[in-house]
């Protein structure tokens, strides 16, 4: 109904399935090296912790929202 538009998308997709009964299976994904440079957004414990909080946030959101 209202998604997030950020990292938290994969969430709400995670936690919608399960709310809706479907069962989750992960799969093996191979990713090819880099051809441009490295990515930058988990660089420093700062970057990592916002993405944390936020997800954690949006743990408690979903469940506010979905109950």
Do not use: C, Q
């Not at 069962?23 to 090296?33: D, G, Q, R, S």
């Not at 957004?41 to 944390?52: V, Y």
């Amino acid at each position: 109904n209202n998604p997030p538009k950020d990292f938290a998308f994969d969430l709400y997709v995670l936690l919608r399935g399960l709310n809706k009964g479907y069962t989750i299976k992960e799969i093996e994904v191979l990713f090819p090296p880099r051809v441009h440079g490295e990515s930058n957004w988990s660089s420093t414990f700062s970057s990592k912790f916002k993405t944390i909080k936020k997800m954690v946030a949006y743990m408690f959101l979903y469940k506010r929202e979905n109950m």
